[in-house]
């Protein structure tokens, strides 16, 4: 086994040119379905390296899946990757091997260089100890020595700013202060490949500034990055690379942009499917009493009346909505809901607070329909229609994130991050020709 | 950690400029030499949060040796176990006997425990775990020291000089239980990562150990347990070393030598395990 690895490692190194950072040849790794599977190949797995047997050739046993499979890619010095993908496609599991937290099943990973890694911060935190004592604790679990940690000791407080807290036991501490210590002792260690996965979801936005700004700095440095998110913003901002994961594998391997792209082309179809399935019977309430009036049917269309669920930035979204009633409803109050994928509740309207449908309707089929501005940004949304009374005590049908959409377009010009566009109007005029009178010369 | 190229291949990490005969122990030997300064920054981290809030603090170590002790100078006295004469107090040599044989307890359940009580880190970063269960094997250290202060001050209650010569002599002699413990640590701790049934069988089976092996009394005769523990190697690994504190001298030299030759493997088998499977670990704790 050890004359065949020794070979292994020389191939590698011919092929590897200097500038090589990370490689990926063919990468697969699988998981275990349930815990059952993972005690029973656990344990043979463990007598098996007790006895020096050799595993086979990672083929998929019983209750196993590919959670990476056949990954093959290269990562520069300098260079910056994001790496994409629906949940559970593999992401994650793709940063723990380039980390080397557990060992592919197939293939093989070359790491050219020393790799920091910021996958869970404050992980080796110890709860009763105060975030000074932390930090050392943890810049060693990191690989810091006791110099290093020492040398960057102040650097590292006054990044996380947390003032009077580190002397305070890290139990005591809100999650947001936790990350702001785990993230300031990683940004400070030496690395040349940076690989962060998610970190950026918790915190307020002063300190995702901040981390931003530092992940900046490497960039600059050139030190490679490997980024992982759900936020098609930050790799659209801080990655020149974007590589697509789907079901395990390397979906598609381009510029941040064409793969972004790509990632919303493959949400909304992977959005159909799950969405697909899911009409629900709106004529009773719970299951017996009828409904007074609901919602037969509703569809997204574009304002070509063209039904569809994909949208460009700007495009105007149409509600389409069939209702019945089978009575008459007094001035019956429409509402929609819109969420952000994360579930955040971004706003609503109702035609009786705009004054839009003052009416009351008498029993029959009808159809509503209204036009939501292109305001959303890039990400996909819910929408949750309902139908209530004036007062909005009686709720007569909803239909709960029943509907979505997916903002989408041309990934360059994805310049906010956040889900709306707020409008506003510029003016500019000279108010003078002289420049050095306001203090400013060239 | 200076700057290597590093394979990770599904056989384990393969590091450039270490090839050839032995390459998996001195890789080994490698990660031990860089773990060096996490070990005693985890064996403080632990050893400052055990006691952080705790009224008694270590004074702990030496009350739950007492208690057995007590237990089994009252059945001796009330006539329920006879335990004979032993050459010394009673007291002093139970005291000796179960502090070293809590070297060897104390020391397993900790590293028993250490992967999974680290279940997070162990998932999350990548750092050499070898550090984990060697710190926890210092705890036991510690306790160990704490309850030799104990027996100091009984040698002084009876009034009884230690043979110098033999004190000496002892302490080399926890070398090979400690080696012995760690090396069982190092499988336990995988074993409990897959299936945590494995601690409370180390609970029962340590139990089981401290009542069949001559630690808190001598063996009689020609009895079933006195042919029994002629083949177990904690028989020697507790009682060698007592000897030698109390008398300066034992009759089971070569035994113990053997038992150290058998501890010495134990722990490089456990080690070498422990070193090839941590990352098969990772993705099942």
Same mark, same amino acid.
């Given at each position: 086994m050890e004359a065949f690895l020794s070979g292994a490692d020389e191939d590698s190194r011919k092929d590897m040119n200097n500038d090589t950072v990370i490689r990926l040849e063919g990468v697969s790794k699988k998981y275990c379905r349930t815990l059952?599977?993972?005690?029973? *190949?656990? $344990?043979?797995?463990?007598?098996?390296?007790? #006895?020096?047997?050799?595993?086979?050739?990672?083929?998929?046993?019983?209750?196993?899946?590919?959670?990476?499979?056949?990954? $093959?890619?290269? #990562?520069?010095?300098?260079?910056?990757?994001?790496?994409?993908?629906?949940?559970?496609?593999?992401?994650?599991? #793709?940063?723990?091997l380039l980390n080397g937290i557990f060992m592919p099943d197939r293939g093989k990973i070359t790491i050219n260089g020393r790799v920091g890694a910021l996958i869970e911060v404050g992980a080796g935190f110890h709860p009763m100890l105060t975030g000074r004592e932390n930090i050392y604790v943890n810049g060693a679990i990191l690989g810091m020595t006791k110099k290093d940690i020492a040398k960057r000791f102040d650097e590292i407080?006054?990044?996380?700013?947390?003032?009077?807290?580190?002397?305070? +036991?890290?139990k005591h501490y809100s999650s947001g202060m936790t990350v702001r210590l785990g993230?300031?002792?990683?940004?400070?260690?030496?690395?040349?490949?940076?690989?962060?996965? !998610?970190?950026?979801?918790?915190?307020?936005?002063d300190f995702k500034y901040k981390c931003i700004k530092?992940?900046?700095?490497? @960039?600059?440095?050139?030190?490679?990055?490997? #980024?992982?998110? &759900?936020?098609?913003?930050?790799?659209?901002?801080?990655?020149?690379?974007?590589?697509?994961?789907?079901?395990?594998?390397?979906? *598609?391997?381009?510029?941040?942009?064409?793969?972004?792209? @790509?990632?919303?082309?493959?949400?909304? !179809? &992977?959005?159909?499917?799950?969405?697909?399935? @899911?009409?629900?019977?709106?004529?009773?309430?719970?299951?017996?009493? +009828?409904?007074?009036?609901?919602?037969?049917d509703v569809r997204l269309c574009d304002t070509a009346?063209?039904?569809?669920?994909?949208?460009?930035?700007?495009? +105007?979204?149409v509600v389409k909505a069939t209702v019945i009633s089978v009575t008459k409803i007094d001035i019956p109050s429409f509402g929609a809901i819109v969420y952000s994928e994360d579930g955040i509740y971004l706003g609503g309207f109702n035609s009786l607070a705009e004054e839009a449908f003052m009416n009351s309707i008498e029993e029959g089929c009808y159809e509503i329909e209204y036009r939501i501005g292109g305001i959303f940004l890039h990400g996909r949304y819910f929408l949750t229609l309902v139908i209530h009374d004036?007062?909005?005590?009686?709720?007569?049908?909803?239909?709960?994130?029943?509907?979505?959409?997916?903002?989408?377009?041309?990934?360059?010009?994805?310049?906010?991050?956040? *889900?709306?566009?707020? +409008?506003?109007e510029?003016?500019? @005029?000279?108010?003078?020709?002289?420049? !050095?009178?306001?203090?400013? $010369?060239? | 950690m200076k700057h290597t190229k590093i394979t990770y291949t599904p056989n384990g990490p393969v590091v450039e400029g270490i090839g050839g005969p032995f390459r998996t122990t001195r890789l080994m030997w490698r990660e031990l030499v860089s773990a060096r300064e996490l070990v005693w920054r985890l064996f403080l981290r632990d050893f400052s949060a055990k006691y952080r809030q705790s009224a008694l603090g270590v004074v702990w170590a030496v009350i739950m040796p007492l208690?057995?002790?007590?237990?089994?100078?009252?059945?001796?006295?009330?006539?329920?176990?006879?335990?004979?004469?032993?050459?010394?107090?009673?007291?002093?040599?139970?005291?000796?006997?179960?502090?070293?044989?809590?070297?060897?307890?104390?020391?397993?359940?900790?590293?028993? %425990?250490?992967?999974?009580?680290?279940?997070?880190?162990?998932?999350?970063? %990548?750092?050499p775990k070898v550090a984990l269960i060697l710190a926890a094997t210092g705890q036991s250290l510690v306790e160990f020291l704490i309850r030799m202060v104990l027996v100091g001050f009984a040698f002084i209650w009876y009034g009884i000089t230690p043979s110098l010569d033999g004190l000496v002599i002892c302490l080399i002699c926890f070398v090979p239980l400690y080696l012995l413990m760690t090396g069982i640590g190092f499988v336990m701790s995988l074993v409990a990562g897959v299936v945590r049934d494995i601690a409370n069988l180390v609970n029962i089976v340590l139990l089981a150990l401290m009542l069949v092996t001559p630690i808190l009394y001598p063996l009689k005769g020609a009895s079933l347990l006195a042919s029994a523990n002629v083949w177990n190697p904690f028989n020697y690994l507790v009682n060698v070393p007592r000897d030698f504190l109390i008398s300066g001298h034992t009759e089971y030299f070569n035994e113990f030598v053997s038992a150290s030759f058998l501890s010495a493997a134990v722990f490089y088998a456990g080690w070498r395990l422990f070193y090839l499977a941590q990352t098969k670990i990772a993705e099942r704790i």
């Open positions: 059952r599977h993972t005690m029973l *190949y656990g $344990t043979t797995d463990l007598a098996k390296s007790f #006895l020096g047997i050799k595993q086979k050739d990672g083929a998929l046993r019983n209750g196993e899946f590919w959670a990476v499979k056949d990954a $093959t890619f290269e #990562l520069k010095r300098g260079e910056t990757l994001g790496i994409i993908g629906q949940n559970g496609s593999g992401k994650s599991t #793709l940063l723990k407080v006054e990044f996380a700013d947390i003032g009077e807290f580190m002397d305070l +036991p890290v993230f300031s002792i990683v940004a400070h260690c030496e690395s040349d490949i940076l690989l962060i996965d !998610e970190v950026l979801a918790v915190g307020d936005m530092k992940i900046e700095e490497f @960039r600059r440095e050139g030190k490679a990055l490997v #980024l992982v998110s &759900h936020d098609i913003i930050a790799v659209n901002k801080l990655c020149s690379r974007a590589i697509l994961l789907s079901h395990g594998a390397v979906e *598609y391997d381009s510029t941040a942009g064409e793969s972004i792209d @790509r990632y919303f082309a493959d949400t909304a !179809e &992977h959005m159909a499917g799950k969405m697909r399935g @899911r009409t629900e019977d709106h004529s009773e309430v719970d299951g017996k009493t +009828p409904k007074k009036i609901f919602f037969a009346r063209k039904q569809t669920n994909v949208f460009t930035m700007g495009q +105007p979204i004036g007062t909005g005590e009686i709720i007569y049908d909803m239909r709960d994130k029943s509907d979505y959409f997916v903002v989408g377009g041309d990934a360059k010009f994805l310049p906010f991050s956040g *889900y709306v566009k707020i +409008p506003c510029w003016k500019y @005029r000279k108010i003078s020709q002289e420049g !050095e009178k306001h203090g400013y $010369t060239d | 208690v057995t002790i007590g237990m089994f100078v009252a059945m001796n006295r009330s006539g329920i176990f006879i335990i004979g004469d032993v050459g010394v107090p009673y007291p002093l040599y139970a005291i000796i006997g179960i502090t070293v044989w809590n070297l060897f307890s104390v020391g397993l359940v900790a590293s028993t %425990n250490a992967l999974v009580g680290a279940d997070v880190m162990v998932v999350k970063i %990548n750092f």
